[in-house]
């Protein structure tokens, strides 16, 4: 029953970062539902491969390279999922940072 309930947060919050940047927009809140779900599994799967394949350009940049992994996912995401829009890179490079301080805010606020 948690991952339910992280499923919700997860598309709330997907909801809010489309929501704030014009660049990122759902067709349908469904669609939002359906996104959070792929993200999540991508996160899952992909993300820590990765992490691995990039660790030495992660540790040349101090870090920053996990920015453009997030946001590579993030667009990813925007390309599997019919009704999730990206538009470019760089608006995934903000939104995935704008996405990790909202579910962390979300979180918070609904987490026991």
Do not use: C, K
Not at 7 to 12: D, G, K, N, P, R
Not at 50 to 72: D, E, Y
Not at 84 to 103: K, M, N, P, T, Y
């Amino acid at each position: 029953m948690r991952w339910l309930w992280h499923w919700v947060l997860s598309a709330v919050s997907l909801l809010i970062v489309a929501w704030l940047f014009d660049a990122i927009w759902f067709d349908s809140v469904a669609a939002a539902f359906i996104a959070a779900l792929v993200l999540g599994f991508i996160n899952m799967i992909i993300r820590p491969i990765l992490q691995l394949l990039a660790l030495p350009i992660t540790i040349l940049t101090l870090g920053l390279f996990a920015l453009v992994i997030n946001a590579l996912l993030l667009m990813l995401t925007g390309n599997i999922v019919p009704g999730f829009h990206v538009e470019g890179f760089f608006a995934a490079f903000f939104a995935s940072i704008v996405l990790a301080i909202v579910q962390w805010i979300v979180y918070g606020i609904f987490e026991d």
